[in-house]
């Protein structure tokens, strides 16, 4: 138990489907973010929120939506995905520390893992 | 960041001590040092930190060189339950903003029964 749960754990969805990812965490942090790991390639980062707004956005297409409602939610919102966007999506957490060069470790979920047909 | 290299792959005999290493050589000063794994089929697991000094957790010990260019990871007795992807990561503190994890290609290590 991470104390960062991803749901669903799996989803298969159509190219047209439109169909969300859900985080929640448990440890009181302040920052979030969504990671892509595609078969045999290093971790992605995708997107970093802190405090609720967006820090960060690794280039990513528009087909992807993330939403941060609170602290401790974190959404990921798919439209029209192509079928390399399959792969596992973990979202995680940290305490960011403002005006600190301290690094906290981040808390990861076990991800979804995404099938696009 | 700081690049670190790897071994992609090690065995360990279990109930031994396993020793990962990761080399860090243009690490610069107000680098960290991450320790992370990745268990089949589940996310990243953070196991250890350290900037200078060695540390000690409940799951693992860190060994920095005097230097900094390279650190060594050690699960005193490893079990079947620790193959898994270890990844060193170099990380520098940025300020008040979220730091960002780089993962690499990590090291495979396989415990033997």
């Known amino acids: 138990e991470t104390g960062v749960t991803q749901t669903p754990r799996h989803l298969v969805m159509g190219m047209t489907n439109k169909k969300s990812l859900k985080c929640e965490q448990h440890?009181?942090?302040?920052?979030m973010y969504w990671y892509k790991q595609s078969a045999k390639k290093p971790l992605e980062l995708m997107f970093v929120?802190?405090?609720?707004?967006?820090?960060e956005n690794n280039s990513v297409p528009s087909r992807f939506s993330p939403e941060c409602p609170n602290s401790s939610h974190l959404f990921l919102h798919l439209h029209t995905l192509q079928p390399e966007d399959s792969a596992l999506y973990l979202c995680?957490?940290?305490?960011?520390?403002?005006?600190?060069?301290?690094?906290?470790?981040?808390?990861f979920g076990d991800g979804t893992r995404l099938s696009i047909l | 960041d700081a690049k670190t290299t790897q071994p992609p792959s090690m065995d360990c005999a279990e109930g031994r001590a396993a020793n990962l290493p990761c080399n860090h050589s243009?690490?610069?000063?107000?680098?960290?040092v991450y320790w992370y794994r990745q268990i089949h089929s589940q996310g990243p697991q953070y196991i250890i930190h350290g900037l200078k000094n060695n540390e000690t957790n409940e799951m693992a010990s860190l060994i920095i060189t005097e230097d900094r260019k390279s650190s060594t990871l050690i699960l005193p007795h490893a079990t079947l339950r620790d193959t898994a992807v270890y990844y060193c990561?170099?990380?520098?503190?940025?300020?008040?903003?979220?730091?960002?994890?780089?993962f690499g290609t990590g090291t495979l290590l396989a415990v033997q029964p």
């Open positions: 929120y802190s405090l609720e707004e967006r820090v």
């Open positions: 243009t690490i610069s000063g107000n680098e960290y």
């Open positions: 440890l009181g942090h302040n920052a």
């Open positions: 995680a957490s940290s305490q960011d520390i403002p005006r600190s060069y301290s690094v906290e470790p981040q808390h």
């Open positions: 990561i170099v990380i520098r503190g940025s300020g008040g903003a979220t730091n960002k994890l780089i």
